[in-house]
């Protein structure tokens, strides 16, 4: 039996369209709000249909030397085209990007994780810089 954690892929996200893209500046000034946007397929792209597309996003920061990281936000993408007349005839779909206002004390870095509802999880990070 393997460990959830295990079962989480990575990969480079412009060869594999579920990795989560991670845009923010690579350095912040201590306290300044900005502003990270995570994404899906940025360079491949991912359905979004009634039977396959990104049910959530979760982003994380891990302060460099703390123990435990912290849950920044988790998105949860609600609305794939269902509908009472069948799969994809409904009006709304959610597309699986977020932006997030976040200000930082100490520099570390950023991981996001998503859960593709039939490929699994999927994660990426990027160092990010307090000065
Ligand atoms: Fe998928």
Same mark, same amino acid.
């Given at each position: ?6 079962? %989480? /892929?990575?990969?480079?996200?412009? &060869?594999?369209?579920? %990795? ?31 039977? /396959?597309?990104?049910?959530?996003? @979760?982003?994380?920061?891990? $302060? ?7 849950? %920044?936000? /988790?998105?949860?993408?609600?609305? /794939? ?10 009006? %709304?779909?959610?597309?699986? &990007?977020? $932006?997030? @206002? ?9 991981? $996001?994780? @998503? ?9 990426? &990070? ?6």
């Amino acid at each position: 039996m393997s460990k959830i954690t295990e079962l %989480v /892929h990575e990969a480079n996200w412009k &060869e594999e369209k579920h %990795v989560p893209v991670i845009e923010c500046p690579d350095q912040v000034k201590n306290g300044e709000l900005f502003q990270v946007k995570v994404g899906i397929g940025k360079e491949i792209a991912h359905p979004n249909t009634t039977e /396959h597309h990104i049910r959530w996003i @979760s982003l994380y920061f891990h $302060a460099d030397g703390d123990k435990f990281p912290f849950q %920044v936000g /988790h998105f949860e993408f609600t609305s /794939h085209g269902e509908s009472v007349e069948g799969p994809n005839k409904g009006s %709304v779909y959610t597309h699986h &990007e977020i $932006a997030a @206002s976040v200000k930082l004390g100490k520099s570390g870095t950023l991981q $996001a994780l @998503s859960l593709c509802n039939i490929h699994g999880l999927w994660q990426s &990070e990027k160092v990010i810089k307090v000065i």
